[in-house]
C-alpha cells in the first residue's frame, strides 16, 4: 500500500505539471485526483495523496524561483528569488494543495 500511495504521488504531481501548464485550474485538481485513484481506497488516504502531490508541485516552482533567480541575477537574485519564493510557495502550497487535495477527495470517495 505504501509503494502505491508514493507512486501516485508522484505519478498525480507530473500529470498536474503537465496539465498545469494547459489548464491552471483543472491540471491540479486532475493531478490531486490521479494521486488519490492511484493511492488507493478512501476518502481520507486520497486526501492525503493529493495534498502531498500539490504541496510536491509547489516545492518545485520554488526550488525553480530561487535556482533561476540565482543563475540570472547572482547574489540579488538569490535574495529576490528567496523572498519571491516564499510568497509564492505560500500561494502555491494554498492554490495546488487545495485543489490537489479536492481532487484526492473525489478520487477517494469514487473508489470507496
Not at 31 to 52: P, T
Request: aromatic share 10%; charged share 5%; hydrophobic share 65%.
Amino acid at each position: 500500500m505504501a509503494d502505491n500511495f508514493w507512486t501516485g504521488v508522484l505519478v498525480g504531481w507530473l500529470v498536474g505539471l503537465i496539465l498545469g501548464f494547459l489548464l491552471p485550474v483543472i491540471g491540479p485538481l486532475v493531478g490531486g485526483f490521479v494521486a488519490g485513484w492511484m493511492s488507493g481506497r478512501g476518502i481520507a488516504n486520497g486526501a492525503k495523496a493529493g495534498l502531498f502531490a500539490g504541496i510536491l508541485g509547489a516545492i518545485v516552482i520554488a526550488a525553480l524561483l530561487l535556482i533561476g533567480g540565482t543563475v540570472l541575477l547572482g547574489a540579488f537574485g538569490f535574495i529576490a528569488g528567496l523572498g519571491t519564493s516564499l510568497v509564492i510557495i505560500v500561494a502555491a502550497f494554498v492554490y495546488q494543495g487545495l485543489l490537489s487535495l479536492i481532487g484526492g477527495v473525489i478520487a477517494g470517495a469514487i473508489r470507496r
